[in-house]
């Protein structure tokens, strides 16, 4: 069963609007984190924002802000104002704190493009 | 801000060859990890490194590869035969407290094996 689902393969957005990119999660670890990174075409991995399964606010980093809704397991990523170099790939992951690695898993991804 | 720099940025291989991707995880970082991510596929787990050893590694990583951290500081993945299936982009990443909230990854080896 897959641990991160992202349904979305591809969204448009015009700039300066916001978007919202979907991820849903399955564990039955009581503690986990979860990450949403970036990868623009150039291929690398950026972090955006963290979400800790105790926090009780949901996180938020300048214009990215994660709406997480822990009963429906999902932690959606909220793009505001959207800008041209938003254009990218999206990935949620997730790490569940029982493992002793710390490895992520990843969904699929999203990738994003910003209209002018 | 602090990196992780992987080498070479891209590199490509006969078929059967082998190859090292090296990486310089940051300084004081203690967990150091391995992905592979297939051209626009998703990025997955390959392998964990804690303590001079594998704490955790992917059906993915058979015997034909190996990780090792030789001298303290580089970290690197060898693929002993590479199969033209292993063309990704591999990334390495590391983080001081696996409870912690900032992983670091490389900008990547792009491996074409031809």
């Known amino acids: 069963a897959q641990k991160i689902t992202q349904t979305q393969p591809g969204m448009f957005v015009q700039e300066k609007e916001a978007v919202t990119l979907d991820c849903t999660y399955d564990?039955?670890?009581?503690?986990?984190?979860l990450f949403w990174y970036k990868q623009p075409s150039s291929g690398e991995m950026i972090f955006l924002i963290y979400?800790?399964?105790?926090?009780?606010q949901n996180a938020t980093e300048g214009r990215y802000s994660l709406n997480f809704q822990k009963a429906r397991k999902s932690a959606n990523l909220v793009i505001s104002a959207s800008q041209l170099g938003d254009s990218a790939m999206y990935f949620c992951?997730?790490?569940?704190?029982?493992?002793?690695?710390?490895?992520?898993?990843f969904g699929q991804g999203t990738t994003l493009q910003v209209k002018p | 801000e602090p990196e992780v720099t992987q080498t070479p940025s891209h590199q490509v291989t006969q078929m059967g060859q082998e190859v090292i991707l090296r990486c310089v995880p940051i300084s004081n970082h203690l967990y150091f990890y391995w992905y592979r991510q297939i051209l626009g596929q998703k990025v997955e787990f390959l392998v964990s490194?804690?303590?001079?050893?594998?704490?955790?590694k992917s059906e993915i990583f058979d015997d034909q590869f190996s990780v090792e951290r030789p001298d303290g500081s580089n970290f690197t993945l060898k693929i002993r035969s590479t199969k033209l299936e292993d063309s990704a982009m591999y990334f390495c990443?590391?983080?001081?407290?696996?409870?912690?909230?900032?992983?670091?990854f490389g900008s990547g080896t792009r491996l074409t094996v031809v």
């Open positions: 979400q800790g399964s105790y926090d009780q």
């Open positions: 992951a997730m790490r569940e704190d029982s493992s002793n690695t710390g490895k992520l898993i």
């Open positions: 990443a590391s983080i001081g407290d696996r409870g912690q909230r900032g992983y670091t």
């Open positions: 564990t039955s670890d009581p503690s986990y984190g």
């Open positions: 490194f804690y303590n001079n050893e594998i704490s955790e």
